[in-house]
C-alpha cells in the first residue's frame, strides 16, 4: 500500500532528503532513462552508469567487450560507441551486450540516489510496468527528476506527474508533497499532449536546435515496452519481479 | 521591456545560475518576505537579513536599538524581539527601526541573491507594486522561491506564477522557462483560491500544527500594501523608484 509520494525536482535538492527505505524512481526523459528502458528491452544484459567520459573509458579498457555511450549536453563524445538517442539502441546493436553510460544530466541521478532501497528507472515507454511494479512497492515513493543542469524541466516532471496520477486511482489516503500535486497537475493539464509539452520545453527546443527533433517523438511513446529496469549496487538491469 | 521570466524553486539551484546584471524577487511567503513586506511598509528604516541568531545577538549587542526578529522551524528563538508572524510588526512596533531578521529559508535566500543587479522583495501583500516596478524591469526577471528546508514549495511558486501572469499580460514575446510557465499554470489554476491553497501546502499545514493557522490569512491577502521593499549591499529598506 503506498502512503506517500514525493517528487524531487533536480539531483541538487537530494541533499536535505533521505532516500533510505524508500522507494525511488529516477527520471530524465531527455535522454537517460529513455535511452535505458529501451536498452533493457532490447536485451542489454546490463547498463553501468558512470559520472564522467574518462570513468567510462577506464572501463572499456578493463572490458574491451562493453559498449560505451551518452553524451554531453546532448552530444556525442569522440571515441564512443553510441550517443543518447533511444533509438540507437536497438536489439541488434544491444542484445546480450553491456553498456556503459555517461551522460549530463540523468547518470549523476542515478549516482546520487544509491543510497535507496530500490532505484527505477523510468520513461514514458514503460509508463506501464512501471505502475505494475510500484503498486507492489513500499510505503514511500519518491520520482527523482533529473532535470537539466540542475534546473526543473518540464518533461520529468510531467512525466513524475503521470506516474503520481496512476498511482492516485482509485486510493484516497494517499500523502502528496506540494511537489507532487504540482506534478499532477502538470500531467492532468497537459496528458493530451504530452508530444507537443516536449516539444516546448526548454530541453526540447535546445535538443531541436542540435538537429535530435526525432528524438522527443520517440520518448514521448508511452508503453513501447514492457519492461522495468531496476539499479542494484550500480548496476541497471532487467527487474523481474513482476 | 521585459524578455525572459524565470523562476527558481530553491536557494539550493542558485549555484549554477548566473544573477549579474538580473533583476531577482526573492520568494517566500511564509513568511520572511511577507513578514519583511509589511514592516517595511509599517515603517521600518530597514531589515537586515542575517543567516543565524548568532550573527543577530552580535549586530544587537553592537546596536542596541535594533530589534531581532525571525524564527527556527516556525518558532520563535529565545532572546528575540519579535517572531516572524508579519502581523506582530506593526507601525507601532517597527517606524523608525532597524530590525534583524533570521528565518530557516528565506533570510539564507536572500543573502544567495546578493550578486544580482536589484534585489526586490515579494509576497501577495504587495503584488501590485511588485508588478508596477517589475515592468520598469531591465530584460531579465528571475523569480527565486525561498522553498522549505531546500524543497519546492506551493505557495512561493503559486506568487512566482502570479507575477508572471501579471507581466505576461498584453505581452507577447516574453520567453519563459520551463519553471515560469509550471508556476503560472499553478496560479491559474488556483488563482481564485489562494488561501486555500496556501493552507493545504505543506508548509501551511505544518504552521496549522504549530498553532499559527492565523499567519496563512494574513499572508494570502492581496495589495494589502503599497511598497516594494529592495535589497542594497545586504540591507532592505523603501523601493522609492515608483
Redesign the interface.
Known sequence: MIRSID????P??L???CLEGKTVVVIDILRATTTITFAIANGATYIKPVLTPERAFAIRQKQPNMLIGGERYGKLVDGFNLGNSPSEYQRSVVSGRSVVITTTNGTRTMRACMSAKQVFIGSFLNLGALIRVLDQANNHIIFVCSGR??????ED?LFAGSCVNALCQGQNDVCL???A??SQ??FQ?HHQQVFESIQN???GRYLTSIGLESDLEFCSRVDLVDVVPVMINGRISLCDVF
Request: charged share 20%; hydrophobic share 35%; aromatic share 8%.
Open positions: 517528487v524531487i525536482f533536480s541538487d535538492l541533499s536535505s532528503i543542469e540542475g534546473q526543473f524541466c518540464t516532471a508533497t506540494d511537489a500535486k504540482t497537475l502538470l493539464t520545453s526548454d530541453h
